[in-house]
T-cell receptor, first 113, second 114 residues
Framework: AQSVSQHNHHVILSEAASLELGCNYS??????LFWYVQYPGQHLQLLLK??????LVKGIKGFEAEFIKSKFSFNLRKPSVQWSDTAEYFC???????????FGAGTRLFVKA | KAGVTQTPRYLIKTRGQQVTLSCSPI?????VSWYQQTPGQGLQFLFE???????NKGNFPGRFSGRQFSNSRSEMNVSTLELGDSALYLC?????????????FGSGTQLSVL
């Protein structure tokens, strides 16, 4: 069965600090991996995705994520966060053989100005 | 291009009642997925419909059901409501033909069961 585990439920950072959010998944096959973000009062939207090729993928607003197949991980990073990055971040996995996207529990990030 | 539209935005029901939620996907999208979002639990997958057929199902009891119409609009029904069903119900659409597609989400229906 597919599952996604996000390591931190709440993260508080000061502006300009570096960010790394952990994500591990469980799935018995090849996967597509996603990070979605939900800014306050807005819809969930895609931040970035990995489906093949370079395991280091870049997304919007300076975010990037690295797929490490041997560790079943897809951690999200940003070198320097801004107050506007305050949001909830969700890691998600979809097997390449299907159309069921499974999400993690989410990580609430609060960035202090 | 209009986004994913969910109605109603808010619902208050009492235990034992039933409720129907509606989702209109982005034009051209044939896949609609439903999720239950609660604090600390993230998004729990309910089911996914494609071309009027349920293609995937999550681990929810049979009180949760859905359907999709020929115009791709989808409805979700919860019967015999329980207090624990209080949650934000999200609908997401996509073309549904490639597994690397992203999902487009609606604003959700906030259901409160009293």
């Amino acid at each position: 069965a597919q599952s996604v585990s996000q390591h931190n439920h709440h993260v508080i950072l000061s502006e300009a600090a570096s960010l790394e959010l952990g994500c591990n998944y469980s799935y018995g096959g090849t996967v597509n991996l996603f990070w979605y973000v939900q800014y306050p009062g807005q819809h969930l939207q895609l931040l970035l995705k990995y489906f093949s090729g370079d395991p280091l993928v870049k997304g919007i607003k300076g975010f990037e994520a690295e797929f490490i197949k041997s560790k079943f991980s897809f951690n999200l990073r940003k070198p320097s966060v801004q107050w506007s990055d305050t949001a909830e971040y969700f890691c998600a996995v979809k097997g390449t053989g299907g159309f069921k996207t499974i999400f993690g529990a989410g990580t609430r990030l609060f960035v202090k100005a | 291009k209009a986004g994913v539209t969910q109605t109603p935005r808010y619902l208050i029901k009492t235990r034992g009642q039933q409720v129907t939620l509606s989702c209109s996907p982005i034009s051209g999208h044939r896949s609609v997925s439903w999720y239950q979002q609660t604090p600390g639990q993230g998004l729990q997958f309910l089911f996914e419909y494609f071309s009027e057929t349920q293609r995937n199902k999550g681990n929810f009891p049979g009180r949760f059901s859905g359907r999709q119409f020929s115009n791709s609009r989808s409805e979700m029904n919860v019967s015999t409501l329980e207090l624990g069903d209080s949650a934000l119900y999200l609908c997401a659409s996509s073309f549904g033909t490639a597994t690397n597609e992203k999902l487009f989400f609606g604003s959700g229906t906030q259901l409160s069961v009293l």
